[in-house]
């Protein structure tokens, strides 16, 4: 099963689709990236999912169409909230995520205080300067001088590419560097190449969940836990499919690429749904919660899409849930059982 991959220019780069995504650090994860020594910047996070349409957008990935109209009100509740870092990527929406986010910034009194999170896309048929031209207009579109946490956002030509976000912090145009779709062994090479130009890689951004626990099989989430590496876990809730919401009665837009994708499993993933919905008794506990607050317990920070107010505060709550040792494995087991495993397009 897979996602139709979409190759355009873009920038003058050659780009390919994938999506955006958002996490939010209450106490525990603010203790997890203190001790990486990352700094205050990334101790409290939140960041974009379906921002923007165009190719790439909400409209096509998702099936919905979210603009700055929709998506201001958002952006305000997350940072009364005190949440301060946001994500997103050139690629999203084709800049259109990017554009609305830096329209929001400059909502604010003091826009310097939300740190920002953005990636490039390396493919084929491009020259050496193709980040940093990308890095360029990212900024441009999102207001700023610098960015706080700067994704190489796949695997291709890592020696060319990682040692070009080298330059890139040591030239203060960005303040750390995080790898993003890589395998185990592709992850330590980067930060072999990165500890050679004297930098330490900040972090790991890859799809991981109850439907895709690969990077936990792999060694992968334990190595970045052991090397002071922060993971950050996308897709946890597989685009809406593991949160409760979606059913073979009611399933997600049929048109839009994670509907291509899910719809077909909904069935066959429903048992997941309801361990997470029925966890324990006398308390009320959504799957979207559940499915949370399990990737915090297996040593990761999730980034959750966000395009309405009650999905952070349903963020919020999860955060705040810690789960038994006997719950996760249950979890875990009833996952396990579907047999159901689903693995993007571009990994």
């Not at 999102?142 to 990682?162: A, E, F, Q």
């Amino acid at each position: 099963m897979c996602l139709v991959v979409l190759w355009c220019v873009f920038d003058g780069l050659l780009l390919f689709d994938v999506v955006v995504f958002f996490f939010q650090a209450e106490d525990g994860i603010r203790d997890l990236v203190r001790s990486r020594g990352l700094g205050d910047v990334y101790k409290r996070q939140l960041g974009t999912w379906s921002w923007g349409k165009g190719i790439n957008g909400g409209n096509a990935v998702f099936g919905n169409t979210y603009g700055e109209k929709e998506l201001m009100p958002v952006f305000k509740k997350g940072v009364e909230m005190g949440l301060t870092l946001w994500d997103t990527a050139a690629v999203y929406g084709m800049g259109a995520s990017e554009t609305i986010l830096g329209q929001c910034l400059k909502e604010l009194d003091d826009p310097d205080k939300i740190a920002l999170s953005t990636k490039f896309t390396p493919l084929m048929l491009q020259t050496k300067t193709a980040m940093r031209r990308s890095l360029s207009k990212s900024k441009e579109r999102l207001g700023r001088s610098t960015v706080d946490l700067y994704w190489i956002h796949s695997p291709g030509n890592i020696n060319k590419w990682t040692k070009e976000a080298a330059r890139l912090v040591k030239e203060g145009l960005v303040k750390a560097v995080g790898v993003s779709n890589h395998d185990l062994e592709q992850v330590k090479y980067a930060s072999h190449i990165l500890e050679e130009e004297g930098i330490k890689l900040a972090a790991v951004q890859n799809h991981y969940s109850l439907i895709y626990p690969e990077h936990e099989q792999s060694g992968l989430i334990e190595w970045c836990n052991k090397n002071n590496v922060l993971f950050f876990s996308y897709m946890v809730l597989e685009q809406g499919a593991l949160t409760g919401a979606y059913s073979p009665s009611n399933p997600l837009p049929s048109t839009s690429r994670r509907g291509k994708v899910y719809n077909k499993v909904l069935l066959a993933i429903s048992p997941i749904i309801n361990v997470m919905s029925e966890l324990r008794e006398g308390e009320t506990l959504s799957p979207a919660e559940v499915a949370i607050a399990w990737a915090i317990a297996k040593g990761t920070i999730p980034l959750i899409g966000v395009t309405k107010e009650k999905h952070i505060h349903s963020a919020v709550s999860a955060m705040n849930l810690n789960l038994h040792e006997d719950e996760v494995k249950r979890i875990d087991q009833t996952a396990q059982a579907t047999g159901v495993r689903i693995k993007a397009s571009w990994e």
